[in-house]
């Protein structure tokens, strides 16, 4: 059964450093994993997916690797913004024929002006 | 981009009753659509997958005769919590693929309900 675990939990940083959020899955067969964003009492925001054959994506300040032999994955955020505050979460789609996501517990960013 | 809504966004109710939220896709069709549940501080958990024109598949550990899935049409899909006790309390949340795009594949996430039960 896969597990996704995020570290840390929480985070807390000056606004304007550059952070990074991991995510490791305990079984690399994946097919995607990818970063949503949440929001307080709000849905997910899909940030970044990465497809099992990729090592990055980006998007604007955000880049997102994959190191699927090693069951990791990292977040990266350049020139963190107050706007930025949110929880992430990371998930792996485990299968070409299921849509079902695992995900992690999250980590709590918060960037403090 | 392709938006899911639900309704309603926060519902309290007394122990013992029933609450239906509804999840439906705006602007694609969805086969398939996922039931999530969050506690505070906790991952989503998958409840259950709802299939258009069929029966839900349950996760395990979830009740399917207290969470009932209606998935009657091609956007909407419906979970009613029965009988509904204070620790089913939580957020729940419903995903919908768009199926076949294989280069942007993605899950479209609903905005969530919050279900308080006294």
């Known amino acids: 059964k896969q597990e996704v675990t995020q570290i840390p939990a929480a985070l807390s940083v000056p606004e304007g450093e550059n952070l990074v959020l991991n995510c490791s899955f305990t079984?690399?067969?994946?097919?995607?994993l990818q970063w949503f964003r949440q929001d307080p009492g709000k849905g997910l925001t899909s940030l970044l997916l990465?497809?099992?054959?990729?090592r990055e994506q980006t998007s604007g300040r955000l880049n997102a690797s994959l190191d699927k032999s090693s069951g990791r994955s990292t977040l990266y955020i350049a020139a963190s913004q107050p706007g930025d505050s949110a929880t992430y979460l990371c998930?792996?789609?485990?299968?070409?024929?299921?849509?079902?996501?695992?995900f992690g517990k999250g980590t709590k960013l918060s960037v403090i002006p | 981009g392709a938006v899911v809504s639900q309704h309603p966004s926060r519902v309290i109710c007394k122990s013992g009753t029933s609450v239906k939220i509804e999840c439906r896709s705006l602007?694609?069709?969805?086969?398939?659509m996922f039931w999530y549940r969050q506690f505070p501080k906790q991952s989503l958990m998958l409840m259950a997958t709802?299939?258009?024109?069929?029966?839900?598949?349950?996760e395990q550990g979830v009740e399917k005769d207290k969470f009932l899935i209606n998935h009657a049409s091609l956007t909407l899909s419906t979970l009613t919590v029965t009988s509904a006790h204070p620790e089913d309390s939580s957020f729940y949340i419903c995903?919908?693929?768009?199926?076949?795009?294989?280069?942007?594949?993605?899950?479209?996430f609903g905005p969530g309900t919050r279900l308080l039960v006294l």
């Open positions: 995903s919908a693929p768009i199926l076949g795009q294989k280069v942007k594949e993605t899950q479209y």
């Open positions: 990465i497809q099992s054959s990729q």
């Open positions: 079984d690399s067969a994946i097919y995607n």
């Open positions: 709802s299939n258009e024109g069929s029966k839900a598949t349950y």
């Open positions: 998930a792996v789609r485990s299968g070409a024929g299921s849509y079902q996501l695992t």
């Open positions: 602007d694609f069709q969805a086969t398939t």
